[in-house]
């Protein structure tokens, strides 16, 4: 019997890491949200993954790449600057480009929300490829792009998804997802949704701005629509899932997973994103809200076909030459 016993011991011992490492690869192929941060300073981009705990986020590529001709921010179109913000992916253009745009095109929302109520102007500003790879090594060429190798541009259109996906500009990445604003915003995410839960209107409004907008209604008639809407129900249920959380200097955007229901006769699932504009006094207000019906979409990356990747990419050399590697 203490045989047997001491058998099984030994076995359990040998075993149970591999279970645990396959449990730990198993986990690295399931769904996650990806999003891509372009560094100005650096003319790299970063495909990072960004869980629900954005401290265990993991760097998955980066690339080499071109921005815009001028410096600074974009503000009016025709400068050739590259904007600097928080944007998402659109439809991936795939054919019927001009030769100087590479094989694929992934336009962003700029302008996005902010952008417009700041005055900014403009259009047509695309991640893409390049006629010739030599491009790329010119730095700023672009009229406010940011170009990639025809190569890295390719294997971005398999995880920048339409609508879904999360481009981040910065002059800086040291800018963006500091902890301090991330833990900011969160928490007042947190509390905005309790307040919708809970039907506490002052509480509920109080962290919107002066200037918000919803639909053709401001602040005000927002208040008066929401407290309608609030005693249309008897029982009401606001949840929220899958919240990731993007922070730039000047405002944070909020992704996630929205389950409204009242009464059982009105439901809405789907995703929600928050912009919070960073206010005067430090702290943080919401500027503007959207809500689809598509709800927030994760993709899978496979380690394994990243190891590939790295070892193929035009960006690998480049960056490996500037004593940076293009993977932690």
């Given amino acids: 019997m203490r045989v047997s016993i001491c058998l099984f011991s030994f076995v359990l011992a040998w075993v149970a890491p591999l279970l645990h490492a396959e449990t730990r690869n198993a986990d690295k192929n399931s769904p996650e949200m990806v999003f891509l941060l372009v560094d100005k300073t650096k003319l790299k981009a970063d495909l990072l993954t960004w869980p629900e705990n954005e401290q265990v986020s993991e760097r998955l590529l980066s690339f080499r790449i071109a921005i815009g001709k001028e410096e600074g921010d974009k503000q009016k179109a025709g400068d050739n600057k590259t904007p600097e913000g928080i944007y998402f992916a659109e439809k991936i253009i795939r054919s019927g480009?001009?030769?100087k745009y590479g094989p694929y095109a992934i336009p962003i929302d700029f302008p996005n929300p902010l952008d417009r109520y700041l005055g900014k102007t403009g259009y047509g500003i695309w991640l893409h490829g390049v006629e010739q790879d030599y491009r790329i090594d010119a730095a700023k060429v672009t009229e406010g792009c940011v170009a990639f190798y025809?190569?890295?541009?390719?294997?971005?259109?398999?995880w920048l998804m339409p609508s879904q996906s999360v481009i981040v500009i910065a002059r800086d990445a040291q800018e963006v997802n500091r902890p301090q604003d991330i833990a900011q915003v969160r928490e007042l995410t947190h509390a905005w949704?309790?307040?919708w839960a809970k039907r506490d209107l002052e509480r509920y409004i109080s962290y919107y701005t002066k200037d918000f907008k919803h639909l053709n209604r401001d602040v005000k008639e927002f208040y008066e629509y929401k407290k309608r809407v609030f005693s249309s129900y008897d029982r009401m249920s606001v949840k929220m899932s899958q919240i990731r959380v993007f922070t730039h200097d000047r405002y944070a955007v909020v992704l996630m997973n929205q389950d409204f229901n009242g009464d059982d006769?009105?439901?809405?699932?789907g995703r929600k994103v928050l912009y919070w504009q960073?206010?005067?006094?430090h702290g943080w207000k919401l500027f503007h809200e959207d809500f689809s019906e598509t709800p927030l979409q994760l993709t899978s990356v496979s380690r394994e076909r990243?190891?590939?990747?790295?070892?193929?990419?035009?960006?690998?050399k480049v960056l490996q030459g500037q004593g940076e590697s293009s993977r932690l």
């Fill in 97 to 99: 480009l001009p030769a």
């Fill in 150 to 158: 025809n190569a890295d541009i390719q294997t971005l259109s398999q």
């Fill in 193 to 195: 949704i309790d307040a």
């Fill in 265 to 269: 006769r009105y439901r809405a699932y």
């Fill in 278 to 281: 960073r206010s005067d006094d």
């Fill in 306 to 316: 990243i190891a590939q990747i790295i070892k193929t990419s035009p960006s690998t």
